[in-house]
């Protein structure tokens, strides 16, 4: 349910994240090529299962890199995570981050600053499938603070020269996005660049409100799914402004629930963070009345103690589409 959305178990602390930043400070560089943001639940098996006699050396691999990605290495000595990355990697590894080659010593560096970074984050393969003898293609997600904000496709390739018999000694020798995930390098980069414990609260509240608009986009929430999550991002003193006028939480929800009943549904077309305390969002409305059409709306919201507590529009608007929309929703 769209509950989960915001309700993942929470593993213990930091995982492996194979995705954070090298020693310059370019924060998700390892992993912004070839990530993108998605809120749904996504899982499959293809070659995560444990390998067996019959196994060929891809799915031997991509069981041995799904160990590593959701190892947890909180406790671990740099020298215990270099290891177990040297059981995965080959010495000659190449990694495209960025638009560039980096190599194995630049991989271990992202890793183990990965570990021991500002926030709770964990990662879990949704799944890993064949290319062809020498490759797979492996899709994982980024939890941050229990939420899933990233998920991240990679193609990896073997060196299938060293495979032997039961393929132990095959390694990864090549890391590098899958064509056409490119679009959010800067923002995944700037995202894990934040150091301040407040600029992350903002920008978690960021894409829990996002996760949240567009939660009637692939499938209708049931009320309860809805008001759990305004419940868990919005606070209880939330004020929203519109029409020269402030309306309180309750009116919000109930709001909220007609719009879903009625079939409407918004995707989000921009996030741009203001400070430590508010955000902007910009979103295209589907507003499914007697005249189903498509309205941009933007809005400013302003976060106290990790939950939104003040929601304003911010540029033009039509009030005779507002006008529409509230006697759609049967609202005054």
């Known amino acids: 349910s769209k509950q989960n ?33 998605d809120t749904t639940c996504t899982t499959d098996t293809h070659l995560t299962k444990s390998p067996s006699s019959s196994s060929t050396a891809t799915e031997v691999v991509a069981q041995k890199f799904k160990t590593f990605v959701e190892s947890e290495f909180q406790n671990a000595s740099k020298e215990d995570i270099e290891a177990a990355i040297d059981q995965v990697f080959s010495p000659s590894l ?31 393969i949704n799944f890993s499938e064949p290319v062809n003898e020498a490759q797979f293609r492996t899709n994982w997600s980024l939890y941050v603070a229990g939420i899933k904000l990233f998920t991240v496709d990679r193609l990896l390739t073997i060196d299938s020269a060293d495979s032997g018999d039961n393929f132990e000694n095959t390694k990864i020798v090549r890391f590098e996005p899958v064509e056409g995930k490119t679009d959010l390098y800067t923002r995944i980069k700037q995202f894990f660049g934040l150091a301040g414990k407040d600029e992350v609260s903002i920008h978690v509240v ?5 996760a949240f608009v567009e939660s009637n986009t692939d499938g209708r929430p049931t009320a309860s799914d809805l008001e759990f999550m305004i419940d868990d ?31 409407f549904s918004a995707n989000v077309t ?63």
């Open 5 to 37: 959305q915001f309700n993942q178990i929470q593993h213990n602390k930091f995982s492996i994240m194979v995705i954070i930043a090298d020693s310059k400070n370019e924060a998700g560089a390892a992993a912004a090529d070839g990530a993108y943001i």
């Open 94 to 124: 190449v990694i495209i981050a960025g638009g560039e080659e980096r190599d194995l010593d630049f991989f271990k560096r992202t890793v183990v600053k990965a570990c021991k970074g500002p926030m709770t984050m964990t990662s879990r």
């Open 206 to 210: 960021a894409e829990k409100y996002r």
């Open 233 to 263: 991002i919005f606070a209880p003193s939330f004020v929203i402004v519109g029409d020269n006028q402030e309306r309180d939480l309750d009116f919000y929800k109930q709001t909220c629930l007609r719009a879903a009943t009625a079939g």
């Open 270 to 332: 921009e996030v741009n963070i203001v400070n430590s305390q508010q955000f902007q969002i910009s979103y295209t409305l589907v507003v499914n009345g007697e005249i189903k059409e498509e309205v941009q709306r933007s809005r400013l919201l302003t976060a106290k103690d990790g939950k939104i507590d003040r929601q304003e529009p911010y540029g033009d608007e039509s009030k005779e589409v507002n006008a529409r929309i509230r006697a759609c929703l049967q609202v005054e």
